[in-house]
């Protein structure tokens, strides 16, 4: 049922709620005729992207700026938001996911799924996510009742979907875009993020069971000396980055973005962005450019995107910390970053 079809009344009545509310209730009125709309709907460059990070790295950021595409809608973080505990040792069972299929599926929060796997049941899942076809109001949190409808270009903003994503780009065809940030930068801000930091664990003692673990167990030798927090964090960031960008054969479809070059080469970085997308530049992109995006831990300190900001973590570790966080992504194979503040080797 179209608001357009509503009674004046009930319009009316609308009106007069708060804004919050009137929100909600727009997506209801309006999700169902979106979906409806999408039954036929295929996945293609055109109409899809998919935005692979992982939690503190710029992500919002970049997600608030793709977002501002005409007839966009954003999906943010799709699958499991943060976990309590973070523990590879714990079944997960989440409390809080924007679609019940994550929890039917049993995925972990870091699941992974290897290139030339099948399983139908994610790929059914996946295809009716990227295609608008999941009539959950929890996927659309950025996203008014008008704008779900009118949408016609689907991102979707992944926080723990590394490890599925090559996976993911064979299954289907559509825009990737790989965001990428210093580990030593990554960690001290999840360190620093109390949804993050009392919720990791740091000297996880086993895997739990869950779909292809495997890529886990084969690290149990090194599971197995971490210590602290960092380190295990660390050890995540590590594997995740890895198999994205060293494992991962659909890579040359991805566009690789290192946060470091968006903040201090904007201009370049974001048109080369939306060159990828195959679209010019939204206007009030230049603006967000400027702007804290919504997950800053302290919205109202004074925010600068600069080089001085991409420097903040060598503040917040201890040499020791640097050390520890370098020695174990070093562990796992991945140089893409070292002591210094940028990239060390070309993604």
Excluded at 82 to 109: C, Q, S, T
Excluded at 226 to 242: I, P, S, Y
Excluded at 281 to 286: F, K
Aim: proline share 7%.
């Amino acid at each position: 049922m179209k608001l357009a079809n509503t009674p004046m009344d009930f319009r009316n009545m609308l009106s007069l709620l708060p804004q919050k509310l009137r929100h909600e209730w727009e997506k209801l009125i309006y999700l169902r005729p979106f979906v409806s709309k999408n039954q036929h709907r295929n996945i293609s460059p055109d109409n899809t992207l998919c935005l692979f990070a992982i939690p503190r790295s710029g992500s919002t950021w970049l997600a608030d700026m793709l977002h501002q595409m005409d007839k966009s809608v954003l999906f943010n973080e799709p699958l499991i938001t943060v976990p309590n505990p973070i523990d590879l040792g714990k079944p997960i069972d989440p409390l809080f996911v924007r679609a019940e299929e994550v929890k039917k599926l049993g995925f972990h929060y870091l699941q992974p799924i290897p290139h030339s796997a099948e399983w139908p049941e994610a790929k059914d899942f996946f295809k009716r996510l990227l295609t608008g076809r999941i009539p959950s109001r929890l996927l659309y949190d950025l996203d008014s009742g008008r704008q779900i409808l009118r949408s016609e270009h689907l991102i979707a903003h992944f926080n723990h979907a590394n490890l599925l994503a090559a996976w993911l780009q064979r299954q289907f065809n559509f825009k990737s875009i790989v965001l990428l940030r210093h580990p030593c930068a990554v960690v001290a801000s999840q360190l620093d993020d109390p949804s993050i930091g009392r919720a990791v664990q740091s000297t996880p003692t086993s895997i739990a069971d869950f779909k292809y673990n495997e890529l886990f167990t084969s690290e149990t030798d090194l599971i197995k000396q971490l210590r602290t927090k960092e380190q295990f964090l660390a050890f995540l960031w590590g594997v995740q980055v890895r198999e994205i960008l060293y494992r991962n054969p659909e890579i040359n479809r991805m566009l690789v973005v290192h946060y470091e070059y968006l903040v201090v080469n904007f201009d370049a970085e974001i048109k080369r962005v939306f060159g990828w997308i195959g679209r010019e530049v939204p206007e009030h992109v230049w603006t967000l450019r400027t702007l804290p995006s919504k997950s800053v831990l302290n919205p109202g300190a004074p925010h600068h995107y600069d080089a001085h900001h991409l420097e903040n973590w060598k503040n917040l570790l201890t040499p020791s910390q640097v050390r520890q966080i370098l020695d174990v992504v070093r562990e796992l194979g991945v140089n893409v970053y070292g002591e210094n503040t940028f990239p060390e080797v070309s993604g």
